[in-house]
């Protein structure tokens, strides 16, 4: 195998090592790095004992320095590998020290981005410079992939920042820093012009010609403290509250994993011994189902929908060529239509902002100027760069201002007849060529597309609600929709730097559509008699982002009337039986009966003040809905300090109640009601792609990140210790033949959840199979 390290050294004895890997576009943690490593650290150690090297300067020949962990190997990790790993990474990890301990100047110079394992690489390094070059990212995302910073990443950050500063912004958020914001977080000691790189670690080199890491100086002391000074002492109970806050209870082990690996490794004198605790971790992480199901979503599938995995091919299996984007229409100037506009002229086109009467249409761009007021004060843009912006918005009540966009998008009222009538207007204005998109949430596009001309070039464009902030858009091809239009649209999105998913025709799409069987999932625990307080901590435990319930009062109840009265008319026109728990009937009482929509009418489920904050769920949930009837045994227990403290109720005492089922039950009801939809949504070729449920379910309607998505959570199913198996089964992991991971696993726990709670858990076909 070739050494992927370049050695060069100059007059002066400074070696420069430079990483190219030979058979891949970046540098990665694979085995090609960690052979060279070894054999060069050797190299080094003999240069350095012989007087020939005198200082180490490590670079790259990439485009970036260092791309990180070697996702593809890492996402297939067992227990059964753990042992392997431990020694292989330790082996990695003993290099760098040998590097770092040499006695002669260490310095990293970042050609570009060094991200994970690449800035873990960096740390070792006693000097890291960086050369400004645009878009360069800095920093320990691991967390955000479901592991930890496994090569030195957790115990050198803690060791140059302190716990407080190591945890909080860098290793548990595992943000990605600007090379200026690394700097200013510590991360990184300079930032230099591209071309000086070089030259500026020679002449830190000059200028230390003794350096060495701090942390083996003697005299050293961790800023901020050990966890055993008591100065640090006494913040070190609130770490793992800050941990669960920021977790909200999902069955999340990272953060938990990151903050003892911190800790402990803090206790600990000697690095050598901090980075085997650190490893002993994340071998625990890489080997476990989460950080498989967050790869497979946040690395590979991510790669799959921005790689441009579900852009159609022409019929002769070539490409469609690539559209750019220069003037948008936006019709429709409220809400949707002000956020798509503001996306779309950040992106550099110019947008006619078009709505009936002035006022609107120039309230619609007003939400720029506010969002742009907010990031000039933030000093994310410049005076100048601002007012282009907002200059290329053009608010308008006329159509023939749309003459000359090469995409339109309507997103005036959710109503049919409307959107045909303002359709007809819009392709008398517009080119031939220009695409036709509607973000309807709701409406079937091969319905609307009967009220357009050009359907081929017709296409359902759902944004999410804030657009500035929902990375997602869902693509939706209607039955005449052309393929060529799918691939204007992926470039459109593309353009705006939104990620898209494709689906086909159906009511309410995917994402609508799956997203209501989480909350009617909700709405019949609360008619069934559980307590709210307890639904929403289920919702929380589950690991969604927001509960069920307070998401169901920001969607607003008139809606959700609406959408159960549009869908079960169309069940009974396909002769499908209706079962819906009761759930209109609660939907119908909450509007009619109490006048209790949601939060825009300060009234909901939850109660809400005077600017809108819930100040605790409706009293009259219990008193006059007579929820809480049933107990839910663990509940007490397992939400206490988390769940029902916030949840704003307090919850009730549970003597003399019905005994309920557990939480783990709520808790899979609701992911087992959207990941069994999802597969319908497969079957039925509304999905088609795994990528599409995965990140739609995560970026457009909340399903849980740890599951790595609605498709994932069912591939890689593990079932949870506290849903206890059913009386003398024993579990394939225990040696039994009780099937309880993956989709077998899967499948049985869906089977008990039918029995128990209805057929609508009754695993499809597909999965049988
Ligand atoms: P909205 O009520 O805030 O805005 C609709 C705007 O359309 C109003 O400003 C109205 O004056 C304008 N309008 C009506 N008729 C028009 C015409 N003939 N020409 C030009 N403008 C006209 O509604 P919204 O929340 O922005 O939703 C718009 C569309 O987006 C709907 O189809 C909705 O289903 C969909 N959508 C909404 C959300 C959401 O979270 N609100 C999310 C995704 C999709």
Redo the contacts with the bound molecule.
């Keep these: 195998m070739s050494n992927m390290f370049t050695w060069e050294t100059d007059a002066d004895g400074i070696l420069t090592l430079t990483m190219d890997d030979p058979n891949a576009p970046v540098n990665t943690m694979n085995t090609t790095f960690q052979e060279a490593l070894t054999e060069t650290t050797k190299k080094v150690q003999d240069a350095v004992a012989a007087g020939e090297v005198k200082a180490i300067i490590l670079t790259s020949a990439k485009k970036t320095f260092f791309a990180g962990g070697d996702i593809k190997s890492m996402i297939k990790a067992t227990p059964a590998d753990a042992a392997e790993l431990t020694r292989t990474i330790d082996g990695m990890k003993a290099n760098l020290r040998t590097l770092e301990t040499l006695g002669v100047p260490f310095v990293a110079a970042m050609n570009g981005t060094a991200l994970g394992g690449g800035l873990e690489v960096a740390l070792a390094a006693h000097h890291r410079i960086a050369a400004d070059t645009k878009g360069a990212k800095f920093g320990l995302p691991e967390v955000t992939l479901g592991l930890l910073p496994g090569g030195g990443g957790i115990t050198r950050t803690v060791r140059m920042l302190g716990l407080q500063d190591a945890l909080m912004k860098v290793l548990t958020t595992g943000r990605q820093f600007s090379a200026e914001a690394a700097q200013e977080a510590g991360l990184i000691d300079e930032v230099v012009p591209a071309d000086q790189l070089l030259d500026a670690a020679r002449a830190w080199i000059a200028s230390e010609p003794e350096a060495s890491q701090p942390w083996d100086r003697k005299g050293y002391r961790m800023p901020g403290g050990t966890p055993s000074t008591p100065a640090l002492a006494q913040f070190l109970p609130s770490f793992p509250a800050n941990v669960t806050k920021q977790i909200k209870g999902a069955p999340m082990p990272a953060p938990k994993a990151i903050l003892k690996a911190a800790v402990e490794g803090a206790q600990l004198k000697r690095v050598e011994d901090a980075t085997a605790v650190e490893t002993r971790y994340f071998v625990d992480l890489v080997t476990g189902p989460t950080a498989k199901n967050m790869m497979q979503a946040f690395f590979f599938d991510l790669q799959f929908i921005n790689g441009g995995g579900s852009r159609p091919k022409q019929e002769d299996g070539s490409d469609f060529e690539r559209t750019q984007f220069k003037k948008l229409g936006m ?7 002000a956020g798509i506009a503001y996306v779309a002229a950040k992106a550099g086109m110019e947008v006619v902002l ?3 009467k002035m006022e ?1 249409a120039e309230k619609g761009k007003s939400y720029s100027e506010g969002l742009e007021a907010k990031a000039l004060k933030r000093g994310k843009t410049t005076e100048e760069k601002s007012k282009a912006l907002l200059d290329r918005i053009k608010p308008s009540v006329d159509y023939s201002d749309l003459a000359d966009c090469d995409i339109v998008i309507e ?4 109503n049919t007849e ?1 959107k045909h009538k ?1 359709w007809a207007e819009i392709e008398a204005a517009v080119p031939e060529t220009c695409v036709l998109g509607s ?4 409406l079937p596009i091969t319905g609307l597309a009967e009220g357009v001309k050009r359907a081929g070039d017709f296409i359902g464009i ?4 804030p657009v500035d902030k929902m990375p997602l858009v869902e693509l939706i091809s209607g039955e005449k929709t052309d393929k060529a239009t799918l691939a204007k649209a992926l470039d459109f999105t593309a353009q705006i730097r939104k990620t898209p998913i494709v689906v086909n025709d159906s009511r309410g799409f995917y994402t609508s559509r799956v997203i209501g069987f989480f909350l009617n999932e909700a709405m019949r625990m609360l008619v069934e008699g559980i307590d709210p307080a307890v639904i929403e901590a289920a919702g929380r435990q589950a690991g969604y982002p927001a509960p069920p319930l307070q998401l169901q009062d920001e969607l607003n109840l008139k809606l959700a009337r609406k959408i159960g009265a549009e869908t079960k008319a169309a069940q009974e026109a396909a002769g499908e039986s209706v079962d819906d728990g009761g759930v209109t009937g609660l939907v119908d009482k909450m509007l009619d009966e109490y006048d209790r929509p949601g939060k825009l009418e300060g009234k909901g489920f939850y109660e809400y003040d005077e600017n809108g904050r819930r100040t605790g769920l409706w009293r009259g949930l219990w008193d006059q809905l007579g929820a809480g009837t049933v107990a839910v045994p663990d509940a007490e227990t397992t939400t206490s300090g988390s769940g029902l403290a916030t949840a704003g109720s307090g919850g009730r005492p549970q003597q003399g109640k019905q005994e309920g089922p557990k939480l783990i039950d709520l808790i899979e009801r609701m992911l087992f009601a959207e990941a069994l939809e999802t597969q319908k949504c497969l079957d039925e070729g509304v999905l088609t792609s795994d990528a599409d449920a995965n990140i739609g379910s995560i970026m457009g309607i909340g399903f849980p990140a740890w599951t790595g998505g609605t498709r994932q959570y069912i591939k890689n199913y593990a079932r949870p210790a506290e849903a206890e198996l059913p009386e003398g089964k024993v579990a394939d992991t225990d040696g039994g033949d009780y099937p309880t991971t993956g989709v077998a696993g899967f499948v049985v726990r869906a089977e008990e959840l039918a029995a128990k709670y209805g057929e609508r858990f009754t695993p499809v076909d597909s999965l049988r199979n």
Excluded: Y
């Excluded at 973000?439 to 709701?442: A, F, G, K, R, V």
């Excluded at 759902?462 to 609600?465: A, E, G, I, L």
């Design positions: 019709v429709g100037a409220g809400m949707m239509g078009k709505d009936i609107a997103a005036v009222f959710e409307l303002v973000n309807t949430s709701t759902h944004f999410f609600s």
